[in-house]
């Protein structure tokens, strides 16, 4: 699920720059870097938290955009 107020500050972010935040994610299960998949993006306190997936296996994976 998205929240509407935090999509609006992801879309307004460069497409270069979204691309990086998504394809270059660190999973400490893994302990190798990966994607986030399956993810949400929500408002935390006027910054973005994305909670997905690791692609590779699956664990939990959580980013925040300031």
Do not use: Q
């Not at 998205?2 to 720059?17: C, R, V």
């Not at 692609?55 to 955009?65: E, H, P, W």
């Amino acid at each position: 699920m998205h929240d509407i107020k935090a999509m609006k500050m992801w879309n307004e972010l460069p497409d270069d720059f979204r691309k990086r935040v998504i394809e270059n994610e660190y999973c400490i299960t893994c302990r190798s870097d990966t994607s986030i998949v399956d993810y949400s993006i929500t408002d935390d306190k006027g910054n973005i938290l994305i909670k997905g997936k690791c692609a590779k296996c699956g664990s939990i994976l959580i980013r925040v955009v300031d």
